[in-house]
C-alpha cells in the first residue's frame, strides 16, 4: 500500500472506528459477529492497515445501524480517488 492509499484507508478506518463506539460496541462485538477469533482484524481496518472485505463491512453496517449505501458509498469513494491519482487523472496529495 503506497502512501496515499494508506492516508485514505486510515481516514476510512477512522470513519468505521467512529461508527462503532457510536453504536457501543467493541471491537471484540464486531469481530464475533463477522466470525473472527479475536479482534485483531477489526483493529488492523481501523487503524487503516487494510481494507475491509465487503462482507465484513456489510455487517457492519447492519451492526452500527447505518445505511449500507453510506458505507459503500465513502469505501467507493477512497478507492475511486485512490484509482484515480494512480491513473494520473488527479495529483497525489501527500
Known amino acids: 500500500m503506497n502512501k496515499y492509499e494508506k492516508k485514505h484507508c486510515e481516514a476510512f478506518g ?5 461508527n462503532r463506539k457510536k ?3 467493541t471491537q471484540n462485538d464486531v469481530s464475533e459477529a463477522c466470525g473472527f477469533s ?10 487503516g492497515t487494510c481494507w475491509p472485505p465487503m462482507n465484513v463491512l456489510s455487517v457492519m453496517a447492519r451492526l452500527y445501524k447505518v445505511s449500507h449505501h453510506d458505507f ?12 484515480a491519482t494512480e491513473m494520473g ?3 497525489s496529495i501527500s
Open 72 to 83: 459503500l458509498d465513502r469505501f467507493a469513494d477512497a478507492r475511486k480517488e485512490i484509482w
Open 14 to 18: 477512522q470513519y468505521l472506528k467512529e
Open 38 to 47: 479475536n479482534a485483531q482484524f477489526i483493529s488492523n481496518i481501523e487503524r
Open 89 to 91: 487523472l488527479r495529483k
Open 23 to 25: 453504536a457501543g460496541l
